[in-house]
């Protein structure tokens, strides 16, 4: 008996999977399952739910077969009849199967081949959502696949449309939208126009892969630079670094793996045409390229062209840098509303603070007065010994009170016995200064417990009791920002809120350390792994001749000397051993 023709004859079957296939651009196999899948509801409603039916269609000819699958189970199967549970569908119990066949054992399948049907007017649109949601299921995973591996290249497309400034943008095989944020301002686009965009992320959504374009984005710029410098396509120039503000302006870091090239006169070419050629393609956008280098101070140096730099003081801990210009180069070196200070930072990824050399200069004498006077009312020395200690580098009272002694007497003008007396005001001075700070702590109430956690010293032990944190658990409770402060907006103004140890300048890092060590000290969370010491690191610390050696005390080949021969005099003063005092 013949079984095609459920809503087609054959031909016409295959005919439409390959017209869908062909115009979704997806495996004509996935067209054929879904149909397979429609047909298999059908008759399911057909037939009855109960039943297991299977559907396959043959890719070449075209023809259908339905069949009843039949799986014989063990009479103590997994479900109740009595309790009134439902078999699942297409199972026999092993004793029914037996009634029809004596042979029958578990496992064995029957098969029965039904006849076709026409479908319903239910069936159709059934069928009609099992095929359309497959095929779009199929579309949307082979255009994930498709531009999953295309992220940081440049695609072209037409317009398709614009909502809410977030332009639609047909790519052939999919589309991508760009967001108002990703595109240069004041650049306005018309349904059919031709776009050039850059993809910055494809991500698989529930809706369907979701292709995000950008105009603004600094890899746009760089891959525009490689379709028109030969040399950066081929590698020969990289592109280490790049900043934007789209529209407006932007700063690009090259350099040249050959030192026969120059980098910017590559980038620039004969008379600016290959800069001119990406300028227009960005709307106008002013770019500064400039040479990259692996010295920090001179990528910062350079990242702040045109304005001349006097100098350039680095502080790795906090990642920001210090910057001296000439004071008719201030207004240079920020730029209008800081757009050259702020492209610089967001290129060399350093904090830039600029300031004047007479700004500098007056900073400089307010500390030397500041720290002179601190020396002066807790050395209780004159002004002059005062000053000396400035010059020579000591910022602060413990660094008079902990450094070696002999430092302090190298200074001019002083001997062993006037550091000794100096460092020996400096001790009593923080001895009492810390009594104080113990005084009004248990004043406050502030438990000792708190004391004992890593980084909690008694001017912020005070400062916590003042803020009303007095416990280990109150300390446990808070966040970072109650620490350091936070912004908030008031009235459509940002206004500071001062944290509790805002006057310590704490650190993120730092201040979320100090409340992750007091949850683990109440038991909240488990301390966190210790970092491993980095050996690499740990041997380029180590000198030369500390590493002949095999430590770090051995400065030298002297004072190697100098320590065998004082083990040789410990052990030439030592006590005889027992048995010759008893032979004696």
Known sequence: MSLTGISANRLELLQIAEAVAREKSIDKEIVIEAIEEAIQKGARARYGAEHDIRVNIDPKTGETLIKRVVTVVADDAAWDEEAGEEAPPGVMRLAEAKRNDPKAYVGQVFEEILPPF????????????????????????RQYEEFKDRVGEIISGAVKRVEYGNVVVDLGRGEGIMRRDQSIPRENFNIGDRVRCYIYDVRREAKGPQILLSR?????????????????????????????????????AVVSNDSSIDPVGACVGMRGSRVQAVVAELQGEKIDIIQWSPDEPTFIVNALAPAEVSKVVLDEEDERVEV???DEQLSLAIGRR???????????????????ESQESERRQREF?????????????DEVIAQLLVTEGFATVEDVAYVETAEVASIEGFDEDTAEEIQARARDFLDREAAEYDAKRKALGVEDGLLEITGVTLPIAVALGEGEVKTVEDLADLT????????????GERVRENGILESFGLEPA???????????????????????????????????????????????????????????????????????????
Not at 369 to 381: C, G, I, K
């Open 338 to 356: 800081g757009q050259n200070v702020r492209l610089a930072s967001q290129l060399t990824g350093w904090q830039i603070d600029i300031m004047t």
């Open 510 to 584: 730092d201040a979320e350390a100090l409340i992750v060590r007091a949850r683990v000290a109440m038991g909240w969370i488990e301390a966190p792994p210790e970092p491993e010491p980095d050996l690499e690191d740990l041997a380029a610390e180590l000198t030369e001749e500390e590493m002949v050696f095999g430590r770090a005390g051995a400065a030298s080949p002297a004072a190697a000397e100098a320590e065998v021969e004082g083990e040789a005099e410990v052990e030439a003063d030592a006590p005889a051993p027992a048995e010759d005092a008893d032979e004696n």
């Open 324 to 326: 001296v210009v000439p």
């Open 118 to 141: 026409e479908f319903g007017r239910v069936q159709t649109q059934m069928a009609r959502q099992v095929v359309t949601g497959k095929v779009r299921e199929a579309e949307r995973e």
């Open 216 to 252: 603004a984005h600094g890899g746009f710029m760089a891959k525009l630079f490689a379709q028109e410098v030969p040399e950066v396509y081929d590698g020969v120039i990289e592109i280490r670094a790049v900043a934007r503000d789209p529209g407006s302006r932007a700063k690009m």
């Open 480 to 491: 970072p920002d109650d620490l350091r402060g936070w912004y908030e907006n008031r009235n």
């Open 369 to 381: 007065a500041e720290r002179t006077a601190l020396f002066q009312e807790a050395l209780d020395v």
